[in-house]
C-alpha cells in the first residue's frame, strides 16, 4: 500500500512554510483508501484562539490526488454532531454527492462513510452541506492534478480564502436576518425587528429541512427575455439605475487566506523567475473577494477547475464558491510579492506573500487605503472568459428561467419566488441539453451553484457568448445569466446560491433528472 505523504494545504506553524505546495512528481495509485476525518481544531486569529471544524486528510487540511487516481476515500464524523461533506466540483453518483437526506441521511458522530468514483481534474474544493458548519470553516481545498499539471514543471499554491466570526453561524444568521449584519451595502433597515416568518431552521438550517419532502411536478420552459444593456445600469458605488445595491450584509471579524490573516501571513518560498500556479478557492460564507496578484504578471487561466483562454491581469474577481487558476511569472530577482484578496465594496483585504530566500517580508495592514470595488456588475470579467474546451454545439431541448429575489428586510431569498419546501422542481430528462436562465430582480448578487453537472456560460444579459465552464456562476443584481448543461445522472440535484446566510434562508431548489425515454 502506497498511502499518499504530503504535505498539508494549511501551514500549522512558520516551520511549514510553503506547505501550500504541491509535489511536483507523480506518486503511485493509492491502493487503500485516503482517511478523512471532520474535526474541530483550534486557530490563532490575530492572537485569539478559535475553535473551529475541519477536514484533515494524511497531510493536514485538504486532498492532493493525482493524475488519474480515483476519489477513494474514508470519511470520519469525528465531531460530536452529525455531518455530510459535498465534493463541490466532482460530479459522483448521486448517492455519494453529500446533501442531507438527498438520498443518505448525515453521518452521525463516530460513524465512517466510503466514497469510490472517478475524479475530475481542477482546482475544487469540499464542504459541509450543513450551512452553519460550513460557516465554522467546516471546509478544505480539494485539488485533482492533471497530466497537464505533471509536465508544467510550475509550482503550485493553494489560496484558500474565508470569512469568520468569533460569534456562533447562529448567532450570525440571526443578526444577519434581523438586519443587525453591519455589512456595507444600502438599504439593511438596522434596527428593523427580526423577519418572523423567515424559513431559518434551527441547528443547521438546512439539517432542519426536509431535503426528501417535496415531489417531482415539471416546470414549463420559459423563453428567454431580452436583458441587452441591463449590465450598464450599474454605476460606481453600488448604485444601479438609481436604487443602491447591496454587496455585503456582514461585516466579519477576520478575513482568511490558509486559516491566517495580514497580521501573520502564509509565507511561500518561491524561487527566483519562478513560475507559479496560484489556486485560488472562495470558500467564505458571504464575500466576494478581487484576487490582486500586484506588480507579477499573472494571466487566468481556469475557473471552477475548467480551462479558460488565458487572460492577462493583475486583478480578478471570484464570488462564493468559485475558484481561479492564475499563472504567475515572477521576475529573476529576489524579492516578496504579496498577493492578496480584496474585500469587494470594502477596504478589508487578507492575503499570502511569495518569497524568495531572505528576501525581506513586509508587514501589511489588513485594512487598504481605499475601497475595493463592486464585483463584475456589468459581468465584464465573464464577457472575458471563453472555454478552452467548450461544450459540443447541439439542439437545445428545453428551456428553462429561475427568477432569483429576495430583500434585506424581510430577510428572505427565493428561487422562482418559493423558498426551499415549498419549490416546485426544475426539470429534465437525462441526456436532454437544457439552458437554464438566471434572472436576478434582487439588489444582491447570487452565486448559483448546481450539483452533478458541468455547464457552460452561453449568455450574458441577453448577448449570446461562448463562455467558461463552471459548476457556480455568478449572477449580479438586475442581470441574467444563461448556461448550457446537458442533464446527467436521473436524480435530485441541488441547485442554490452559495451565499450561506441566502441558502440558510432558502435559496434552494433542486435539478430533478429522470430518465430518458
Known amino acids: 500500500m502506497n498511502m499518499l505523504s504530503r504535505r498539508g494545504f494549511l501551514a500549522a506553524s512558520a516551520a511549514a512554510i510553503g506547505a501550500a505546495q504541491m509535489p511536483r512528481i507523480a506518486f503511485a495509485q493509492a491502493v487503500a483508501p485516503i482517511s478523512l476525518s471532520a474535526a474541530t481544531r483550534t486557530l490563532d486569529i490575530d492572537g485569539r484562539a478559535a475553535?473551529?471544524?475541519?477536514?484533515?486528510?494524511?497531510?493536514?487540511?485538504?486532498?492532493?490526488?493525482?493524475?488519474?487516481?480515483?476519489?477513494?476515500?474514508?470519511?470520519?464524523?469525528?465531531?460530536?454532531v452529525g455531518t455530510i461533506?459535498?465534493?463541490?466540483?466532482?460530479?459522483?453518483?448521486?448517492?455519494?454527492?453529500?446533501?442531507?437526506?438527498?438520498?443518505?441521511?448525515?453521518?452521525?458522530?463516530?460513524?465512517?462513510?466510503?466514497?469510490?468514483?472517478?475524479?475530475?481534474?481542477?482546482?475544487?474544493?469540499?464542504?459541509?452541506?450543513?450551512?452553519?458548519?460550513?460557516?465554522?470553516?467546516?471546509a478544505a481545498p480539494l485539488i485533482v492534478r492533471s497530466s497537464e499539471d505533471l509536465t508544467a514543471d510550475r509550482q503550485e499554491v493553494v489560496m484558500f480564502l474565508h470569512d469568520f466570526s468569533f460569534k456562533t453561524p447562529e448567532e450570525v444568521l440571526a443578526e444577519i436576518s434581523g438586519g443587525?449584519?453591519?455589512?456595507?451595502?444600502?438599504?439593511?433597515?438596522?434596527?428593523?425587528?427580526?423577519?418572523?416568518?423567515?424559513?431559518?431552521?434551527?441547528?443547521?438550517?438546512?439539517?432542519?429541512?426536509?431535503?426528501?419532502?417535496?415531489?417531482?411536478?415539471?416546470?414549463?420552459?420559459?423563453?428567454?427575455?431580452?436583458?441587452?444593456?441591463?449590465?450598464?445600469?450599474?454605476?460606481?458605488?453600488?448604485?444601479?439605475?438609481?436604487?443602491?445595491?447591496?454587496?455585503?450584509?456582514?461585516?466579519?471579524?477576520?478575513y482568511l487566506a490558509n486559516d491566517r490573516t495580514l497580521a501573520d501571513p502564509e509565507v511561500v518560498q518561491v524561487e527566483r523567475g519562478g513560475r507559479i500556479r496560484l489556486r485560488v478557492i472562495n470558500a467564505a460564507a458571504a464575500t466576494v473577494f478581487w484576487i490582486d496578484t500586484g506588480t507579477a504578471g499573472a494571466r487566468l487561466v481556469a475557473v471552477d477547475g475548467h480551462a479558460v483562454q488565458p487572460v492577462a491581469g493583475a486583478r480578478f474577481g471570484l464570488a462564493m464558491g468559485q475558484r481561479l487558476d492564475i499563472e504567475i511569472d515572477l521576475p529573476n530577482e529576489g524579492g516578496a510579492w504579496p498577493i492578496l484578496a480584496l474585500r469587494e465594496g470594502a477596504r478589508e483585504r487578507t492575503g499570502l506573500i511569495l518569497a524568495t530566500q531572505g528576501a525581506e517580508v513586509r508587514r501589511l495592514d489588513a485594512m487598504a487605503e481605499t475601497a475595493a470595488p463592486a464585483f463584475d456588475t456589468d459581468l465584464a470579467q465573464e464577457a472575458r472568459l471563453i472555454a478552452r474546451d467548450p461544450l459540443p454545439v447541439r439542439p437545445v431541448d428545453r428551456s428553462q428561467m429561475l427568477m432569483l429575489g429576495g430583500s434585506m428586510q424581510p430577510y428572505v431569498w427565493t428561487i422562482n419566488g418559493a423558498v426551499w419546501g415549498q419549490h416546485q422542481p426544475i426539470a429534465a430528462r437525462r441526456g436532454e441539453r437544457v439552458v437554464l436562465s438566471f434572472h436576478n430582480m434582487s439588489m444582491m448578487a447570487h452565486p448559483m451553484h448546481l450539483h452533478g453537472h458541468v455547464f457552460q456560460v452561453v449568455g450574458l444579459n441577453g448577448r449570446r457568448v461562448a463562455g467558461a465552464l463552471r459548476d457556480?456562476?455568478?449572477?449580479?443584481?438586475?442581470?441574467?445569466?444563461?448556461?448550457?448543461?446537458?442533464?446527467g445522472e436521473a436524480a435530485r440535484w441541488m441547485l442554490h446560491c452559495h451565499h450561506m446566510p441566502h441558502l440558510a434562508t432558502g435559496m434552494m431548489t433542486e435539478f430533478a433528472v429522470t430518465a430518458s425515454v
Not at 460530479?91 to 469510490?116: H, K, W
Request: without cysteine; proline residues 8%.
Open 51 to 80: 475553535t473551529v471544524f475541519g477536514l484533515a486528510g494524511p497531510g493536514g487540511q485538504g486532498l492532493i490526488l493525482d493524475p488519474g487516481q480515483r476519489f477513494r476515500v474514508d470519511l470520519s464524523n469525528d465531531l460530536d
Open 85 to 138: 461533506i459535498h465534493w463541490h466540483g466532482q460530479i459522483p453518483p448521486n448517492a455519494q454527492d453529500g446533501v442531507p437526506d438527498m438520498p443518505m441521511p448525515l453521518l452521525a458522530p463516530g460513524e465512517t462513510r466510503s466514497y469510490d468514483f472517478e475524479a475530475r481534474a481542477g482546482t475544487h474544493w469540499m464542504h459541509s452541506h450543513v450551512p452553519t458548519q460550513e460557516m465554522r470553516l467546516l
Open 180 to 254: 443587525h449584519g453591519g455589512g456595507h451595502g444600502a438599504g439593511h433597515g438596522a434596527g428593523a425587528e427580526p423577519d418572523q416568518g423567515a424559513p431559518m431552521g434551527g441547528m443547521g438550517a438546512m439539517q432542519g429541512m426536509d431535503h426528501g419532502a417535496m415531489g417531482h411536478g415539471a416546470t414549463g420552459g420559459m423563453p428567454m427575455g431580452n436583458m441587452s444593456g441591463m449590465g450598464g445600469m450599474m454605476g460606481m458605488g453600488g448604485q444601479m439605475g438609481g436604487m443602491a445595491m447591496d454587496l455585503n450584509d456582514r461585516d466579519w471579524d477576520a
Open 472 to 487: 457556480t456562476v455568478h449572477v449580479p443584481p438586475m442581470s441574467m445569466v444563461d448556461v448550457a448543461l446537458d442533464a
